[in-house]
């Protein structure tokens, strides 16, 4: 019977492991952009302040890093869902190229 105990809790422990995987990679492509247009907002100088296309820049930049640390988290094996297939990066790529065409329109 311990035994048995042992196995489920193991099986648990690995559903776990991958929900805080995903829970932790989404956080960190969420916290990309975030910071950027969080350093955007302050009342300082910043780069691109003057200029008129400043604002389409630094969301190329925030989309260019997004982009990057999506990629980064796909070759460290961090965007995955508990049945192995990548369901996270592909709603990740298509949330992009939404958010992307809502902007451009």
């Known amino acids: 019977l311990n035994g048995t105990m042992d196995a489920y ?3 648990i ?3 776990l492991n991958g929900v805080m995987k995903s ?3 989404i956080t960190i ?5 975030t910071m950027i247009a ?3 907002g302050m009342n300082v100088k910043l780069p691109f302040e003057g200029n008129t296309l400043g604002f389409w820049i630094m969301i190329f930049i925030a989309t260019l ?4 640390s999506v990629v980064w988290l796909k070759k460290k094996d961090m965007l995955i ?4 297939g990548h369901k996270i990066y592909r709603s990740v790529v ?3 190229s939404a958010f992307i065409g809502l902007i451009l329109t």
Not at 29 to 33: D, L, R, S, W, Y
Not at 81 to 84: A, D, T
């Open 38 to 40: 969080s350093f955007w």
């Open 9 to 11: 809790a193991s099986i």
């Open 29 to 33: 492509i969420i916290a990309v952009p």
């Open 65 to 68: 890093l997004t982009i990057i």
């Open 13 to 15: 422990s690995n559903n």
């Open 23 to 25: 829970l932790t990679s």
């Open 94 to 96: 298509n949330f992009v």
């Open 81 to 84: 869902n508990l049945n192995g």
